[in-house]
């Protein structure tokens, strides 16, 4: 899982070092309480972005509509309101160090790069592996290409505003 705070440049800009600071602290210990909750592994942060690694796929994205929720929540009262983008893919990584590397690691960033403020959204592999459970509501978008990646790919939303996707969990 990839996420990232939408806009964060222009709110920097906006807020000063010292304000965005503040934000970007409250923001990181909401992730990582989501994170701790899936027993997720923060594999690392840059600046205000979170790679994370999770056990399944279906964790995987109730972690994220977890951590989505509770930014709306959050939002609801706070001075300076966020939203993350959200990308989300599966496969088998390179371990090193503690870091992940690999083809699939750079397809999970790309698709998190297609997310809008709000948005979870989910590569065609990973919609393979959830859609059975029937815990999700999931829409196709368009077809995209990605950059530095080759040919087109089928991308889909996971639509966790819904009641069913909000309370979804696996059995």
Request: with cysteine; hydrophobic share 40%.
């Amino acid at each position: 899982m990839f996420s990232d705070i939408d806009d964060s440049t222009v709110l920097t800009a906006r807020l000063g070092d010292r304000r965005w600071m503040e934000v970007l602290r409250e923001h990181n210990a909401i992730v990582r309480d989501c994170i701790e909750g899936h027993s997720g592994y923060e594999v690392k942060t840059i600046g205000d972005a979170f790679m994370v690694a999770l056990q399944s796929a279906i964790d995987a994205v109730q972690c994220a509509i977890d951590i989505q929720s509770a930014f709306v929540e959050r939002n609801e009262n706070a001075e300076v309101p966020i939203e993350l983008q959200i990308g989300l893919h599966t496969g088998e990584p390179i371990v090193e160090d503690g870091d992940l590397y690999g083809g699939h690691i750079n397809f999970a960033a790309r698709i998190g790069g297609q997310a809008e403020g709000g948005e979870i959204v989910i590569s065609e592999l990973l919609k393979q592996l959830i859609q059975p459970s029937g815990a999700f509501q999931i829409s196709e978008r368009e077809a995209v290409t990605l950059k530095g990646l080759d040919g087109s790919f089928s991308l889909f939303e996971i639509d966790w505003r819904t009641d069913e996707s909000s309370q979804a969990s696996p059995e």
